[in-house]
């Protein structure tokens, strides 16, 4: 069995090799050729645990992360776990990895999927609201597609934002990237914003003007109590794609303004349906990807990473 932390992850893949493998679990999600029961979702007190398994026709994998919003206060990311990588034959384990760093990876790529799929090439102004380490990867992620010139970021706590500020101009030197004092000032200047926040109280305030012919990218807000997005938002879209069905149980940015009014299910589509039909998306007017993520990420991601550990002999390899 191969064991992998966060680092030989890292060198194992690149975000190129990510965002295929995303696109690659969205064709095997429209297929259905897998089986994936709903997650189990514990929570306690402020914290939760998740457990998510899937199979495949190959393999079969079981994520355990937990969320402790508290965490950065202490210095520590919000998430933390594990993947379990299983042959799908004889139910042999192959891998365990970082599995923070995984849901960091998979999380990331597909929010740049959708802006593959969902963007001009020419977009050059990138918004980051909340600046944890999701924010981080999500840069890293989306600059590896678009030859963005600008980040703008903001997070309600200011010393994130410095911090995330300096980490991404020594990742990626020639960016220039602003510090914001509002989700507002982000919109205002970007093309494209990916929100990455747990907030309970939209991010932006109730103004078209602030939305009109971006693309956004929601990965916060993965309870029904949470919403990152106004009224004024949902008004303006035609279609919401989603990665799984299970947004429409799961996240308040669904729950919430179908229960309103705002937004009818039929405008809800799955993002995998549109690539596996070949549908001409529309890359004008107001775009949103809402994603909260499903076990298959994990499994095709972590399938992805074991074989190019094995191909660089990257890992510890365990009899167990």
């Known amino acids: ?87 799908g034959k004889t139910g042999i384990p192959l891998a365990v990895m970082n599995g923070a760093t995984i849901t960091s990876l998979r999380t990331a790529a597909i929010g740049s999927l959708s802006i593959k799929l969902l963007t001009e090439p020419d977009v050059r102004k990138l918004g980051i609201v909340g600046a944890g380490i999701q924010g981080y990867y999500q840069v890293l ?62 991010l932006f305030p109730e103004k078209d003007s602030l939305f009109k012919g971006k693309h956004f990218v929601g990965i916060g807000s993965y309870k029904p109590e949470m919403r990152e997005y106004p009224e004024a938002f949902f008004k303006q879209l035609d279609k919401i794609y989603i990665d799984t069905e299970n947004a429409l149980e799961e996240t308040g940015d669904l729950i919430t303004p179908i229960k309103q009014g705002w937004i009818s299910k039929d405008q809800v589509v799955s993002i995998s349906e549109a690539i596996e039909n070949n549908q001409k998306i529309a890359k004008s007017g107001t775009r949103f990807f809402k994603s909260v993520g499903m076990a298959l990420f994990d499994v095709i991601t972590a399938d992805l990473i074991y074989k190019k550990a094995l191909e660089q002999k990257i890992g510890i390899t365990v009899n167990i």
Do not use: W
């Not at 194992?12 to 969205?26: N, Q």
């Not at 429209?30 to 026709?57: I, W």
């Not at 991404?168 to 919109?187: D, F, Q, R, T, W």
């Open 1 to 87: 069995m191969l064991i992998l932390n966060h680092d030989e992850i890292l060198k194992a893949v690149t975000f190129a090799e990510l965002i295929d493998a995303a696109e690659k679990a969205m064709l095997v999600h429209a297929s259905g050729n897998f089986k994936m029961p709903a997650r189990l979702h514990v929570e306690y007190h402020q914290n939760t645990l998740l457990v998510m398994p899937c199979f495949t026709d190959k393999n079969f994998g079981t994520k355990l992360v937990s969320l402790f919003p508290d965490n950065p206060e202490s210095a520590l990311p919000v998430t933390m776990g594990l993947v379990i990588l299983n042959d």
């Open 141 to 202: 992620s989306a600059s590896s597609i678009r030859e963005f010139s600008d980040i703008y970021l903001s997070d309600i706590n200011t010393e994130r934002t410095t911090s995330l500020n300096n980490k991404l101009s020594e990742k990626i030197p020639g960016l220039k990237i602003h510090n914001c004092n509002s989700a507002e000032e982000v919109a205002e200047n970007c093309d494209v914003i990916i929100t990455v926040t747990n907030s309970k109280m939209p």
